[in-house]
């Protein structure tokens, strides 16, 4: 699996010292994932061309569950 470096502020730095608990790489993972998906998501819509009224649900099932699975991980 490729590797990726990152610069951090120094306040995020301290604050993820101070909380061992925190997965960064997991968080960056996750953060990038989501990130790909609405690139994804956009890319699709704008080949389609045209907003139809089931591609429009999709879409707010999509940031449905997008919402939900975060208030979970809460």
Known sequence: MPKLVISLPEELKRVMRLHNEVSRDEIARRSIWEYA????????????????????????????????KKYKEL
């Open 37 to 68: 998906k609405k690139i994804e998501l956009s890319e699709e819509i704008a080949t389609k061309g045209k907003l139809t009224k089931s591609t429009a649900e999709e879409i707010g099932t999509r940031i449905k569950e997008g919402i939900a």
